[in-house]
């Protein structure tokens, strides 16, 4: 193991936090604990206060524009440590290159901050499949960039910069070593050692894949430092579940500004797309862009963007074309009210980036009775993950083209409303019943592990005893909860009405809108023959992104009518199969 190791400044990437136009400042985050991929292992940055000297930031640092010295546009106002981040904020200069990108991070054009620093000293903190693993606990940030382009770290950012000099970094190599016995007769001193050395690897990989796998890399760091087994880790990540966010729901925000949000018109959009002439739409098309850069593919028309989504839509009431029918709600809440899997509890996500992981838990650990002085039988607890993975779903709806051209923002409102509704059913069918298959979500009734209960003709057809049945399945996993309900169509909710609990009792299966005790919801979404029973919480709806909304001026061209398309990239996931039931054969 070296005790030195030669490199060069380094750099980071951050997005800044907020602005004040009259200031002329930003404050940002320039820094993190977050694990970064350099060329010689993986880099921690310690934020304790005796690891980062801050005498270089907070002595006038400069800021620069793509970490060009030659390009001074602002100055470093001050920088602290706050909740184990960087934090700073500067002031932009009034020259013409500081005046010009202080407007386009003002305009949300320039987003990407970056941090120079020198690294004094870092130990070695672990090692797994040759890769190592180091917090820097001496470094030392200097300047702070606006950057156009973000830096790509896994390939070492700024070690091709040749005015930058290599410098010395001392490595404290604080492995601990093998407690060894004292050498007895017949002790093998070299294979205690060997296991010893086993025994930590070991430790060190599975607690490390762990961490990897939950998005636990910091709790993973410090259990490794602390010797903590991992056993111990596992019950420490299921404790903080609980807790963990999954997901960042302004992950596919562009960096709008409230006036760029407020001034956004679907109308201009619309109308744009209609004619192809987007020189009076110049926003709307700047964020459409923006948005296919961030997904990395082009629209099928234009995107409006998941900022926009969640803008209140306000209608003219007693206008000449329609009446206010959202009370200024956004296009995201339309969306949720109109899902049936929603109204009952159903979780849904915006504004998704990428893959995303939910963790849950899949079994538990088992207690034992032992003997005095007998050891307990292992048992672990059992951790999985609901991978929700971006799907399609288009709705499309019909209007002339006059009635578009018109820019009303009671049309606007009118065109999201009627988006939502045709997006929401598509949504809730999927949830229901998708198999999985030709690009569609996997459903609840195609979900492995759900409760099912056989009510044809030959096992006796749909009674009470059936319906309660669909009860004890649940009960029978350690599932029920309070909350929990039936929901059918139209069909089914007949039978319910007129089918008596008992013979000559009066006293029917749906009564007051209820089952069983439990809400009932009447929706087509569900088949003719199908009855589903459960906790609609444990569901979750994932929507990525923007929408991609094309116009589709063929379809009705004999009438004079333009269809509106839109695609949704949306998925589902059960966190415990448990928590439902079903009957799928209701004879009819």
């Not at 949504?427 to 409760?451: E, M």
């Not at 039978?495 to 009792?505: F, M, N, R, V």
Request: net charge negative.
């Amino acid at each position: 193991m070296p005790k030195t190791m030669n490199l060069k400044p380094q750099f980071r990437n951050f997005e800044y936090k907020s602005f004040d136009e009259e200031k002329r400042t930003v404050e940002l985050s320039f820094s993190s604990e977050d694990p970064y991929e350099r060329y010689w292992g993986i880099e921690i940055l310690d934020h304790s206060t005796t690891s980062v000297n801050m005498e270089r930031l907070n002595n006038a640092a400069p800021l620069l524009f793509n970490h060009n010295r030659n390009d001074v546009i602002g100055v470093v106002e001050f920088a602290k440590i706050e909740d184990k981040r960087g934090i700073a904020v500067v002031r932009f200069g009034n020259s013409a290159k500081a005046k010009e990108v202080f407007s386009d991070v003002v305009d949300g054009i320039m987003k990407n901050v970056s941090v120079g620093y020198q690294i004094d000293e870092m130990k070695l903190e672990s090692e797994k499949d040759g890769v190592e693993t180091y917090r820097v606990t001496g470094w030392q940030p200097f300047e702070i960039s606006i950057v156009s382009i973000p830096a790509d770290n896994t390939v070492g950012v700024g070690r091709s910069t040749e005015d930058l000099e290599e410098c010395p970094v001392k490595i404290l190599n604080q492995k601990k070593e093998a407690i060894v016995p004292k050498e007895k007769e017949n002790v093998d001193v070299a294979a205690v050692q060997a296991e010893a050395r086993t025994a930590e690897r070991t430790r060190v990989r599975d607690i490390s894949a762990i961490g990897a796998k939950f998005k636990q890399d910091d709790l993973a760091a410090k259990a490794i430092e602390n010797g903590t087994s991992a056993d111990e880790f596992r019950t420490m990540v299921l404790e903080k579940l609980g807790t963990v966010k999954p997901v960042d729901s302004k992950a596919n925000d562009i960096g709008m500004s409230e006036k760029q949000i407020e001034n956004y018109s679907f109308s201009r959009a619309l109308t744009a797309a209609i004619t192809g002439d987007w020189s009076k739409a110049g926003l709307e098309k700047e964020a459409s862009e923006a948005v296919a850069k961030m997904l990395g593919k082009d629209s099928r028309g234009f995107y409006v963007p998941h900022q926009v989504l969640q803008r209140e839509l306000t209608t003219t009431t007693g206008a000449a074309t329609i009446d206010t029918t959202t009370g200024g709600a956004n296009f995201i809440d339309i969306l949720r009210n109109k899902l049936v899997i929603s109204k009952l509890g159903g979780q849904v996500l915006s504004g998704l980036q990428g893959n995303v992981a939910i963790p849950k838990q899949t079994g538990s650990a088992t207690a034992y009775w032992i003997d005095e002085g007998a050891a307990t039988t292992a048992s672990d607890l059992a951790l999985g993950l609901i991978e929700l993975k971006p799907k399609t779903v288009s709705a499309k709806t019909g209007y002339t083209r006059q009635m578009l051209l018109q820019g009303n923002p009671d049309i606007e409102a009118l065109v999201m409303n009627d988006l939502a509704t045709n997006i929401a059913l598509a949504i809730d069918q999927a949830a229901i019943s998708g198999d999985g298959l030709a690009g569609k979500p996997t459903g609840i009734l195609n979900t492995t592990g759900i409760g099912a209960v056989d009510t044809s003709s030959a096992a006796g057809g749909l009674s009470w005893a059936k319906v309660v049945e669909l009860e004890t399945k649940i009960a029978d996993g350690n599932a029920d909860v309070e909350n929990m309900n039936y929901i059918a169509g139209a069909g089914v909710a007949g039978k319910l009405k007129t089918k008596e609990i008992a013979s000559g009792t009066a006293r029917f299966l749906l009564e007051k809108g209820e089952v069983n005790g439990y809400g009932f919801t009447r929706t087509n979404q569900v088949a003719a023959n199908t009855m589903l029973f459960g906790d609609f919480s444990q569901m979750i709806t994932g929507l990525w992104g923007g929408l991609d909304i094309m116009i589709d001026p063929y379809s009705n061209a004999d009438t004079g009518g333009i269809v509106i398309r839109a695609f949704q990239s949306v998925d589902v996931g059960v966190r415990h199969a448990a928590a439902f039931s079903a009957t799928t054969n209701i004879d009819q």
